[in-house]
């Protein structure tokens, strides 16, 4: 009996430290430098623990309301310091390297974002939850999101591959390539990304390589910026198949290029628009 009250005195314990430590983790004052972060936070229950943050991190809507610190040009590192954060969250690919070593050298603790796959925005989930106390939500929204993703690939399994060129800024023009999260999506729609095989991740292309490839659709995403941007008028090069059939699609980059739970929103919207132009491509041949 009395190895038994022992036992339960020492799981009543560790219980209790647990929750403590849950409980301080819920109480951390966070600054996330990037909008995928931001919306990582929130899906897990744990925006409020946000005090600071940066440009178009604009999801969900109380994500607004917190104070901004600069963007990928630059972060205000002595208004990051005046909200005495225990931790920053950060991305290495949207903010500057000199400005991540500097609030490392000013001794505040930095985590970074390692998503680049589309599976492993699951992994970022149960990153943060552990990181906040706040694993169980975190789960939740991990198996959530896998299970969304595994319906989309499933519906996709069968289908037909289509030439795909994504316009991912008209002026210089970018497209991406084979080592993208983005190239990653279009292969989920079974989409077969026309400059898969560049050198760099985002190159620089003209319309002659354009006609080149011989897209048969092009991807134009909508996305949000303070600078407007040009309009091309494809109609001049009807000798791109795309253009020929009229096969234009437009996607929401606030959903496909951020690394979040809603991505799933806008690869389905994506796939599914896809799909229609598959069948105009087919009807055509």
């Not at 909008?35 to 005090?51: C, F, M, S």
């Not at 030439?163 to 084979?178: N, R």
């Not at 600078?227 to 096969?247: M, R, S």
Request: charged share 25%; aromatic share 6%.
């Amino acid at each position: 009996m009395r190895v038994l009250r022992l036992a339960l005195f020492v799981c009543f314990a560790l219980a209790s430290v647990n929750l403590l430590a849950d409980t301080n983790k819920q109480q951390l004052r966070i600054v996330a430098l990037a909008p995928h972060i931001v919306e990582n936070l929130y899906a897990i229950g744990a925006g409020a623990q946000i005090v600071g943050t940066v440009e178009y991190a604009d999801f969900p809507e109380a994500a607004n309301t917190i104070p901004r610190l600069g963007g990928h040009q630059g972060i205000q590192i002595e208004k990051l310091l005046a909200l005495k954060p225990d931790l920053v969250l950060a991305w290495k690919t949207g903010s500057k390297i000199d400005d991540l070593a500097l609030i490392e050298r000013m001794g505040v603790e930095i985590s970074y974002s390692e998503a680049n796959e589309v599976e492993k925005v699951a992994d970022e989930l149960l990153r943060l939850g552990k990181i906040t106390g706040r694993e169980e939500s975190a789960k939740h929204a991990a198996n959530q999101f896998q299970q969304k993703l595994r319906a989309i690939k499933a519906k996709q399994q069968a289908k037909s591959s289509v030439a795909i060129f994504y316009q991912l800024w008209p002026e210089p023009m970018m497209t991406v390539s084979k080592n993208t999260w983005i190239n990653q999506l279009i292969e989920i729609c079974h989409g077969s990304n026309v400059f898969a095989n560049n050198q760099t991740d985002y190159p620089l292309i003209s319309i002659e390589n354009v006609i080149v490839a011989k897209p048969e659709v092009i991807i134009l995403p909508e996305e949000k910026s303070k600078i407007k941007q040009p309009v091309i008028d494809w109609q001049q090069w009807p000798e791109v198949p795309a253009v020929k059939l009229n096969q234009f699609i437009q996607v929401n980059a606030d959903l496909l290029h951020r690394f979040t739970t809603r991505m799933l929103d806008g690869l389905d919207d994506m796939c599914n628009k896809i799909d229609q132009s598959r069948a105009v491509i087919e009807d055509a041949k």
